[in-house]
C-alpha cells in the first residue's frame, strides 16, 4: 500500500531517480566533484535510491541517509543496510515545525551535511539550510548543490515540483543570512544546460528520456573536461560549501 501511495504522489521524481541511477559516469562526477569537502561524521539529506550515497559506502565514509519518503528510506534499507559504514538510515524533514525537538538526536553530530538537488522542492528554503545548521558540529561543512537558472525553467522543472532555480548569488544568499562561512562557489555541468533546454523548454517531456540519459552519460568524460575548459562560469547546477 505505502508503495501505490509513493507513485500516485511522486512517479515522477521516481522515475527521474531511476533513469539517473543507470548514469553511473554522471553519477560518479557528481560524488568526485563533492568528495573533497566531506569528512567525518556525514548525512546526506535526500537520499532518494542512493545514486551517490553508494559511493560513500564504497569507501567506507561513516554516514547517515536520509529522505522525506519512506518508501525511499525502505529502499535504502534493502540496498544498503548491510553496509558496514552505514550509520543508519533516518526519515527526515528538513522543516518540519517541531524539527529541533524531532531531532535532537542529530543536532550538532556533524562534520559534514550535504543535499543534492533537494532544496529548489522547499518553499521556506531559508528555513532549511538554517536547519542544516544546527545538524553540523563547530567547523562542519554544508554542502548544496541546486539546479542554476531561473530562466531555464521549464516543464521538467515544474513536473518535478521545483519551486525555483538558482545562480551562485542567491544560493550563497542563503549562506549568508544563516552565518555560514562560504568556503567554495561553483557551476557544475556546463553542456547540461543545452540538454536541459532542448528536453525541457523545446521537447517538452515531463520526465528525463531513459534514451538522453543514457547518450548522456557516454559523454560524460568529455563533458568534464569542458567544465574545466570554460572555468567552471555555468552549469545545469550550483554548488555552494559553507562552513559552521
Known sequence: ?????????????????????D???????????????????????????????????????????????????????KKFGDAPSLAGIELLDLVVPDFDQRFAHLLGTFDTVFSLNVVEHIYDDTLAIK????LLKKGGHLIILVPSFQWLYNGLD???????????KS???????????????QYFNFM????????GKLQKNNTIPGKQMRLYNMFVPLFRWIDK???????LSTIVVGKK
Open 23 to 77: 548514469a553511473d559516469k554522471f553519477n560518479q562526477w557528481t560524488y568526485d566533484t563533492i568528495e573533497p569537502y566531506c569528512k567525518g561524521k556525514i548525512l546526506e539529506i535526500g537520499s532518494g535510491v542512493g545514486n551517490i550515497s553508494q559511493f560513500f559506502l564504497q569507501a567506507e565514509a561513516s554516514i547517515l541517509l536520509s529522505d522525506i519518503r519512506q518508501v525511499y528510506c525502505d529502499e535504502l534499507q
Open 229 to 235: 575548459l570554460v572555468f567552471r562560469r555555468a552549469g
Open 192 to 199: 547540461g544546460i543545452f540538454a536541459w533546454f532542448i528536453s
Open 158 to 168: 515544474k513536473d518535478l515540483d521545483h519551486y525555483r532555480r538558482y545562480n551562485k
Open 1 to 21: 500500500m505505502k508503495e501505490l501511495e509513493f507513485k500516485e504522489i511522486d512517479h515522477i521524481g521516481g522515475e527521474t531517480l531511476d533513469v539517473i541511477s
Open 131 to 134: 536547519n542544516c545548521k544546527k
Open 171 to 185: 544560493l550563497a544568499a542563503l549562506f549568508d543570512q544563516n552565518e555560514l562561512t562560504i568556503i567554495r562557489k
